[in-house]
């Protein structure tokens, strides 16, 4: 914007310093152009991308651009319409005085600087004299005076409320991110202190548990065996293969004879533990059956020799 606007005060005076009546259509011609790309900014700049509704269809577009900047904070409005404020910079100080014939304008808002700026540059530029204006001229004092200066110095500031626009609002969403990072570790620790915990004991407590019920067993058990059946118990319950119905379990050379209504019973419970406490009944008893039935043969044949 400040590119174009110290760009139509150059055009301006070459035109007002134009001493050659043939040359003035041209250097008309040429401000008019430049003119219109100022037009054509300023309204993108206030409304966005519905500048072409104050300024024409014919108005230059900016993909890129959405939203204008005329109210995007209290400080751009202020320097666009807000009156009895000075638009120069250190640089260019002091302000005009109460004496001056600008003086009532140029402590206007910047809007009504560039409004009066684009009319004295648009009656140069459709002068139809073949007169040249002259440095002299009204017009030019004010696109001199006034566009070289205050309103140039106001497209500056309004270059710096934007840019700190801006900083605040990626500030805004470091402080955002921030809040989320911190909120992420909460809800980690809460993970790890309601969640992850308790379920880190409930296994180690049931670690102890089947190591309490595995040091129970006989020596001569088949413990492979008795795992793979209370894993398969666990994953299919009822299911072919496992001891819905009853079942067998190998201890040592010998083959145990696990009870239908013991193996009923492991599939019917629910809890982990049960299940376990009834394999290790079942198996404990069809193991002590075992014993017994030899016994008693191995009784029974030393009767029989005896009597022979």
Known sequence: MSARTYRTVFY????????????????????????????????????????????????????????????????????????????????????????????????????????????????????????????????????????????????????????????????????????????????FAGFLILLLNPLLKRISKERRRIAELMSQLPLELDVERLVARALGTLMVSGAPGGLGVGGSLSAGQQTLEVPGEAAEDISGKADATSKWKAIIRSASSGLNLSKSRQSFTSGAGGSVRKGG
Not at 135 to 155: C, R
Not at 167 to 182: G, P, T
Request: with cysteine; charged share 20%; net charge negative.
């Open 12 to 187: 301006s005076q070459e035109l007002a310093a134009e001493g050659n009546p043939a040359l003035l259509q041209d250097r008309r011609n040429m401000l008019k152009a430049v003119l219109k790309l100022v037009v054509d900014a300023w309204y993108t700049l206030q409304l966005g991308q519905n500048a072409y509704r104050a300024a024409g269809p014919e108005t230059e577009r900016f993909p890129l651009v959405k939203d204008g900047l005329a109210y995007a904070s209290t400080d751009l409005a202020d320097i666009f319409y807000g009156t009895g404020k000075c638009h120069r910079t250190k640089e260019n100080l002091p302000c005009l005085q109460p004496g001056s014939r600008f003086y009532q304008v140029t402590h206007t808002g910047l809007d009504s600087i560039m409004q009066q700026f684009i009319m004295s540059v648009s009656a140069m530029a459709n002068n139809k004299s073949a007169t040249p204006e002259g440095l002299e001229d009204e017009h030019f004092q004010f696109i001199y005076n006034i566009g070289s200066v205050d309103l140039l110095d106001g497209t500056i500031q309004i270059e710096q409320a934007h840019y700190h626009t801006i900083i605040d609002l990626f500030h805004r969403i470091l402080v955002l991110h921030v809040v989320l990072f911190l909120v992420l570790w909460i809800v």
